[in-house]
């Protein structure tokens, strides 16, 4: 198999599915099927953690990427030498568990809609605030930046190191060094608390609108190249993304970001407080 499919970008929370294949993870077990509902974490930015659930009546412990040359070992996550769809690997979600169960039988696999829900408020929120602070920072720009679908000069993606996202929540850590600096972004007399004030207001009427989110989907394999869309008053924002997403922006009841500085880094803590 090229890939295992996936039906997590559709919102499923549970299947049937094959097991196809088995590799050790550890003293554990990595179970691979054709087709499965968990998200794995993402080796080349795992910033959304796995789904929590069971395969075949068995707790998965963690559910992570493999990666496979034509007959060669299944690497997982950080053992991945190359970025998720490179050309002649084999891509696979192993789900990891205590006790193996044997290749051909046909198991459910079951995952926890809360934990999910939780993630997918995060997630959502995490590209809201994102967009929402690129707006915010818009008038520090002194050279012509990369912008956002939104117009906005994007200093998210210029500048974000990492993103973890956390249930109900994201924290998103930047860079304010000399490389940003050279890009034409000045931090200098930044008011942290105004900032987060002004992102969070902004963050409270996309709420209010009830925007419609969706994920483009292009097909049913894990490396597909899916794309964020949220269609906000102020116009259609997308962020490539291979995530789970609440289906509209009033789901998230309400949102808040605070701002913390560091050596020459920034980091904004986002919080869901759902309807």
């Known amino acids: 198999m090229n890939s295992t499919v996936v039906t997590f970008p559709y919102g499923h929370v549970s299947g049937r599915s094959e097991i196809v294949g088995a590799v050790p993870v550890g003293e554990r077990h990595g179970l691979v099927v054709a087709e499965t509902p968990f998200h794995p974490l993402d080796h080349t930015w795992p910033d959304q953690p796995a789904d929590r659930g069971v395969i075949g009546g068995l707790p998965v412990l963690d559910c992570v990427t493999g990666a496979r040359e034509p007959g060669g070992e299944v690497l997982l996550g950080a053992g991945i030498p190359v970025r998720r769809g490179a050309d002649g690997w084999d891509w696979l979600v192993v789900h990891v568990t205590e006790t193996p169960l044997d290749v051909g039988a046909e198991v459910a696999l079951e995952i ?32 012509e930046p990369a912008r956002d679908r939104l117009g906005n000069p994007d200093f998210d993606q210029s500048a974000i190191t990492r993103s973890r996202i956390v249930p109900y929540g994201s924290l998103d850590e930047y860079r304010l060094g000399k490389s940003l600096r050279k890009k034409g972004f000045t931090a200098d007399g930044l008011d942290l608390a105004e900032t987060a004030r002004e ?26 190249r899916r794309t964020w869309h949220c269609a906000l008053p102020e116009g259609e924002a997308s962020i490539p993304c291979g995530g789970t997403h609440v289906r509209r922006t009033g789901e998230l009841g309400e949102i808040t970001v605070t701002l913390e500085a560091g050596e020459q880094a920034l980091t904004m803590r986002t919080t869901v407080t759902p309807a």
Do not use: F, I, M
């Open 199 to 224: 992102v969070t207001e902004r963050l409270k009427a996309w709420v209010s609108a009830d925007a419609p989110v969706r994920l483009d989907v292009p097909g049913p394999e894990l490396t597909a």
């Open 112 to 143: 926890d809609a809360g934990h999910r829900a939780a993630l997918s408020a995060g997630h959502t929120a995490c590209h809201l605030a994102a967009l929402a602070l690129n707006a915010t920072l818009a008038g520090r720009w002194r050279k």
